[in-house]
């Protein structure tokens, strides 16, 4: 009910009232298209400011393929995030559980039934799409709330990771693997980074130049007009579920060969993160809508930043106060109403 | 003998204008203790106006005058303000909270009243639920007061929300010590079966006999005739006749609400000289079409189509033909476009297209796209539009695969179909990149529209289509759809309860009532009053 707009337009050509009631008055960021790339420009300036500070460690090739390698696993899982969050499933917490039971079921085949690489791989993401699958049965064909489903799925995983494992770390897992994901490099970066890229292509083609994307954000934005439009809202979703579940999984096999063992809680630590990016990504380059690009913007952002601050000696909990502090101050800019603020002074 | 008790509640003198347009004309209206007034007249005679300047949601234009059991009451009332002086108000909706019980939906109002310094006093539910039983006994309402609302069958919903009032009105007595105390219910039967009706007519004659003065607001004649003591007509936003409900005949009284001298009905509508070509060539190889068929311009046939309200219903839309279909809330017409479309399930029925053949039940809305129908629904917000998309991938949503070709999304072939159709149908301002929310009612119809339209439609459903739109963009949006009819042979279904729009726009109207046609309107006969008429009549025709 805000602001119906009984009155028509004016319609002078070219007439300088030509905009129509203006219900959302844009704030001044906004007007200024600064908006939309912010979050690029604060990550230049980031650069620029540690580069001067700190040239001799910030500004080297071990320093970059440290940001851009470290964060793949991070990276991969964001991707899979991103996926139910722009159909509008606004939270799928369950993918992080997916990541740690895909890591350790390849953990465990290949270190202690000698399962081929290869195999334990696929057995992993299979094990992760069947997460997918569970999800889509509860959220999508009930008609479930997908943050309750989910905190129940994410659960129920998770004892089945400690199952899996015997509570315990699993390692070492092959390194023929962790030579073709980590250790090799292409440019001095580690291919898991490339990995990562590809996955990020694939996805931000599907999302932003296909009709599948362009549908996606519809469903997202008003499910009831989507069907109403014809759009195929429920096939949609689960295909977001189940790829999602299955990126996740990929993101499991990258986290495994990285780090070598798979700890029981591997992927619990990382979902809150994965989400703080793509909710800060929908603040960049398409602002209020979750987008593939922004997203990588946002990882990276982050990981330009917390590498930052550690060459300057901070400790590594300083990710987090960095990641919860960005986030909130990112959404918060664009509410920043010059108007607002100045109303609410003198009325109080 | 002392003087008569003055009236409980008494208007005198009420105008209302909106813009230039008068919605209530000098109006008064008095109801005594005990007694049962109707208040009828057809869609915007001003009834819903005076029931919003007795609840302060509308303020009167100055003269005004309210009394409240002979003491002057200072008009605008402010909002809360009617409680306060022994108001209470049952609408259509009937305000109950379905998720809560019985027992917590008849004690919300008192929970509201005791103000902010009681909202911490501890709540005893024993003593509640044993008061709360007895006021169910006194009105002689049989309901179990741990059972959830929304599951009560609409009868008993609508006798708790006005055992509740009711209730309030009885607390306002014994706490001010007043003797009046006024019941407003706003259309409470549309939504009941005529069986269940007779059950509400107790309960309210119950709450007379206690003493209350109750206004009864409703389109239905047969029962403001067997309820209310004194029925009042309004017409135009005046009171044109303020008659005893037994003395006067029924279709006595539609004359009066429709007026006997039937106005000219069809309004100057002269600007329909410039017709809109309305679909635009796909820019591409139509590719994804599934329906190839010799184009838009095919006879339309509905045949024996039943859901819950409506019942066995038949019709035909000519090849072009805009068909009306008007009735009164409750009637069933509400749902059509939405069963056409398969957006609500059917029980049964056929439609035709053409020489297609399809089975309502099975139809969905990914099928009717498909089949090319369109359906432009009444709530556009939440329904028609994606609010937070822009202008222009609102407009292409339907057309977007046609562009997807080789794997490369032409995106600027959409923004170009877009920017041809924001000219046409005239959407202001021509932003093709601005989100869509930022748009004038109007204009966003008007887009509702172009989506539907630019792919070409067989069968075009609308419902009520103009709702919040201003004139201009009325007039528009009628040329809109005349054209598609005219130049592209759609057939149109139109369904409003704007039976002014009917008459102005449709070839034919078809009236429904308890889900069957009652009558069929064309030609010469299709006048706002005419329909109306007709709509009224058939109540009592079929109860």
Request: glycine share 10%; hydrophobic share 45%.
């Amino acid at each position: 009910m805000s602001a119906s707009p009984g009155a028509p337009a004016p319609v002078e050509a070219g007439g300088r009232d030509e905009r129509p009631a203006e219900r959302d008055r844009p704030s001044a960021i906004r007007r200024l298209g600064l908006e939309r790339y912010a979050i690029v420009i604060v990550l230049v300036a980031m650069i620029v400011a540690f580069g001067v500070d700190i040239p001799s460690t910030f500004l080297s090739i071990g320093n970059l393929s440290n940001i851009l390698g470290s964060q793949a696993v991070l990276f991969i899982l964001v991707m899979a995030v991103l996926l139910p969050t722009i159909m509008g499933d606004f939270v799928d917490l369950s993918l992080g559980s997916s990541l740690g039971l895909s890591a350790m079921v390849l953990a465990v085949l290949n270190v202690q039934h000698g399962t081929n690489v290869l195999l334990a791989c696929l057995a992993g993401i299979g094990a992760a799409v069947i997460v997918g699958l569970f999800n889509v049965f509860f959220v999508v064909y009930f008609d479930n709330d997908p943050f309750i489903v989910t905190l129940g799925t994410m659960t129920i995983v998770q004892g089945i990771i400690y199952i899996v494992s015997g509570n315990n770390s699993v390692g070492i897992v092959s390194t023929s693997l962790s030579n073709w994901v980590f250790s090799n490099e292409f440019l001095s970066i580690p291919l898991e980074f490339y990995y990562g890229l590809a996955i990020f292509l694939v996805v931000w083609y599907v999302l932003s130049f296909t009709p599948v994307g362009q549908k996606a954000l519809v469903i997202g934005q008003s499910r009831e007009v989507a069907r109403l439009t014809g759009v195929r809202v429920n096939r949609q979703r689960s295909w977001a579920f189940i790829i999602g579940a299955a990126i996740a999984g990929i993101a499991g096999i990258a986290y495994a060969a990285t780090n070598g063992t798979v700890d029981p809680t591997a992927g619990s630590a990382l979902i809150l993160p994965a989400y703080a990016a793509v909710f800060l990504g929908a603040t960049a380059i398409k602002p209020g809508r979750i987008n593939a690009l922004g997203a990588l913007v946002a990882v990276y952002f982050l990981a330009t930043g917390t590498a930052g601050l550690e060459l300057l000696g901070a400790q590594s909990y300083i990710q987090q106060i960095f990641y919860g502090a960005a986030l909130v101050v990112a959404i918060t800019i664009p509410k920043v109403n010059r108007d607002r603020i100045f109303k609410r002074r003198r009325t109080a | 003998m002392e003087a008569p008790a003055p009236p409980a509640v008494e208007l005198r003198d009420i105008s209302k204008d909106f813009g230039s347009n008068r919605a209530l004309d000098h109006v008064d209206l008095s109801i005594g203790d005990g007694e049962v007034v109707g208040l009828v007249g057809q869609n915007g005679s001003g009834k819903s106006t005076l029931v919003k300047i007795l609840s302060g949601v509308h303020v009167p234009e100055p003269g005004g005058r309210l009394f409240v059991s002979g003491e002057e009451v200072p008009l605008p009332l402010a909002p809360g303000q009617a409680s306060q002086i022994g108001l209470s108000f049952v609408y259509q909706n009937l305000a109950l909270a379905p998720g809560l019980t019985v027992l917590e939906n008849l004690t919300l109002g008192q929970r509201v009243a005791a103000g902010a310094r009681a909202a911490w006093a501890p709540i005893n539910w024993l003593g509640e639920k044993r008061r709360g039983a007895a006021v169910l006994d006194r009105y002689g309402v049989r309901l179990n007061l741990d059972q959830r609302t929304g599951e009560l069958p609409p009868v008993d919903q609508a006798r708790l929300a006005i055992v509740r009032a009711a209730e309030d009105l009885n607390r306002y007595r014994t706490r001010s010590g007043y003797k009046h105390s006024v019941l407003v219910l706003d259309e409470p039967t549309v939504f009941l079966p005529e069986e269940d009706v007779e059950q509400l007519f107790d309960l309210i004659r119950t709450v007379k006999a206690e003493g209350a003065a109750v206004l009864f607001i409703s389109h239905d004649l047969v029962a403001v005739r067997s309820i209310a003591d004194r029925v009042v007509v309004l017409r135009d936003g005046r009171v044109v006749a303020e008659v005893p409900a037994g003395e006067i005949e029924e279709q006595a009284l539609v004359d009066l609400i429709v007026g006997t001298s039937a106005r000219q009905g069809g309004s100057a509508a002269a600007d329909e000289a410039r017709p809109v070509e309305v679909t635009l060539a796909p820019a591409g190889p139509a590719g994804a079409e599934d329906t190839p068929g010799p184009g838009p311009g095919q006879h339309v046939a509905v045949e024996h189509l039943s859901d819950g309200r409506l019942k066995d219903l038949s019709f035909e839309i000519g090849a072009g033909e805009i068909l009306g279909v008007a009735g009164l809330i409750g009637s069933g017409a509400e749902d059509l476009p939405y069963l056409l479309f398969g957006a609500h399930p059917a029980l049964s029925g056929t439609l035709r297209l053409g020489s297609e053949k399809l089975d309502i039940t099975a139809l969905s809305p990914q099928r009717s796209v498909r089949q090319r129908i369109a359906l432009v629904p009444a709530d556009r917000q939440l329904l028609g539009l994606a609010e937070r998309l822009t202008l222009w991938e609102n407009i292409v949503m339907l057309v977007e695969d046609e562009h997807y070709r080789g794997g490369v999304f032409h995106r600027g072939e959409l923004v170009e179909l877009a920017r041809e159709a924001v000219q046409r149908f005239e959407i202001r301002p021509p932003r093709t990149h601005a989100v869509i929310a930022t748009f004038s009612g109007g204009n966003q119809q008007k887009a509702l529209l172009a989506k539907w339209l630019i792919a070409g439609p067989r069968l075009l459903l609308l419902h009520e289509p103009t709702q919040g739109v201003d004139v201009g963009a009325r007039r528009d949006i009628y040329r809109f759809v005349k054209s598609a009819a005219t130049l592209n042979q759609t057939s149109v279904l139109w369904v409003t309860t704007d039976f002014g729009e009917l008459a102005e726009v449709c070839d034919r109207v078809i009236v429904l009532s308890e889900g069957r046609t009652t009558d069929t309107l064309a030609g010469e006969e299709l006048s706002d009053d005419a329909i109306t008429a007709a709509a009224l009549r058939q109540i009592r025709e079929v109860r």
